[in-house]
């Protein structure tokens, strides 16, 4: 084996170290937006990329992006990008209606209100012997209580199937099955002894 075969056989193997102290493989090959692989990609290598990309993933509520970013920064997942890609999601970014200060801000809040709406579903899973079963309505009674209290007021109903969405990019072993009018949300594990 040429040296060259070795360092490329120990580039594609890093380990890197997530929050959580569990050890994943980097994610190093192809765009991060379009999963291309090719000779024109550029390394991602400064939090302004960083902070840009989230920005706009948040504005446009792009989930399968929001869901790769929570993984971590993209220089940790030393993310690579095409030039085109990131224009491409700047322009559309850019194309949305310009916010004001009190929707940029109700945008925010949003996001923190998902994020604890997921945190909650996502520590139901550990410490008891219950199966945790989520009913979307539910969530979404439970999301729109929370937006309420932090004055954050909503015009008619939430839409659920775009909350279940974001639900399910934010947390990949969760599935939703439908059971008459209700539509359950219940992690990949516990499936089989719910559904019977």
Do not use: W
């Not at 940029?104 to 899973?125: C, F, M, N, P």
């Not at 979307?136 to 309420?148: F, Q």
Request: hydrophobic share 35%; aromatic share 4%.
């Amino acid at each position: 084996m040429s040296e060259a075969e070795d360092l490329s056989n120990e580039q594609t193997s890093k380990i890197t170290r997530h929050s959580c102290g569990e050890s994943t493989r980097a994610t190093t090959e192809g765009c991060f937006f379009c999963g291309d692989v090719s000779d024109d990609l550029h390394d991602a290598s400064t939090f302004m990329i960083d902070k840009r990309v989230r920005e706009c993933a948040l504005e446009i509520q792009d989930t399968v992006r929001l869901a790769k970013l929570s993984v971590g920064d993209l220089i940790s997942q030393e993310a690579k990008y095409h030039d085109k890609c990131l224009i491409k999601l700047y322009n559309k970014a850019s194309g949305q209606t310009p916010k004001t200060k009190k929707e940029s801000q109700e945008t925010v809040i949003h996001g923190i209100v998902l994020a604890k709406l997921i945190e909650y579903i996502d520590g139901s899973r550990s410490g008891t012997d219950i199966v945790p079963i989520f009913k979307l309505a539910d969530l979404a009674k439970l999301n729109s209580k929370r937006l309420e209290q932090l004055e954050v007021f909503i015009e008619g109903r939430i839409n659920t199937t775009h909350l279940k969405n974001r639900i399910l990019a934010a947390i990949p072993d969760l599935q939703s099955h439908k059971q008459g009018r209700d539509v359950l949300l219940i992690f990949n594990k516990d499936v089989g002894e719910t559904l019977l």
